[in-house]
């Protein structure tokens, strides 16, 4: 039953053995520092050799039951909280552009895991992120675009911005 499910955004599409072992890692992240990420991240990751590879960061936050919309602090459990990495562009509402080269994703994955408050989360924001202020989104935006639909041509849609953060 596995090869009718697809690859297409596994990390085993990575072709560099080191590069596929720190993302496992920055997958292995779970946990209570998860609570700060925002749930969709997009990310421009440059390897030491190649293209850059676009990721998509998914904050999988983890609930006693989605059976009810209001009172969710009541029922989310931190300490479940789990980080799916995948090769390419999941969602079309992202909350935040992340550029990374290759030599930073351990100092990136640690620091995720350690994250413990929103002044944490604004410090790796301002490390890493690309807020939409910063003169260089809109290239950015672009270049996401082009890779999306290089990705997938049949699928490819427009990125809507009106979840992006500005904290």
Do not use: C
């Amino acid at each position: 039953m596995d090869s009718a499910l697809p690859h297409s955004f596994d990390l085993r599409n990575i072709q560099s053995d080191a590069l596929r072992e720190m993302l496992q890692r920055l997958a292995g992240v779970s946990g209570r520092s998860l609570q700060w990420l925002p749930q969709l991240v997009l990310v421009r990751l440059s390897p030491k050799d190649g293209e850059p590879v676009w990721l998509s960061l998914l904050n999988n936050s983890a609930h006693k039951n989605v059976a009810e919309i209001f009172f969710e602090d009541r029922r989310r459990l931190p300490d479940e909280d789990t980080l799916t990495v995948a090769k390419g562009f999941i969602g079309a509402y992202p909350n935040a552009f992340w550029i990374v080269d290759e030599a930073e994703l351990p100092e990136l994955t640690r620091r995720i895991a350690t994250l413990a408050s929103e002044a944490d989360y604004s410090a790796l924001i301002d490390r890493f992120g690309v807020r939409r202020t910063n003169g260089r989104f809109w290239a950015l935006s672009d270049e996401a675009h082009l890779a999306m639909k290089k990705q997938d041509s049949v699928t490819f849609g427009l990125l809507d911005f009106n979840r992006l953060e500005s904290r």
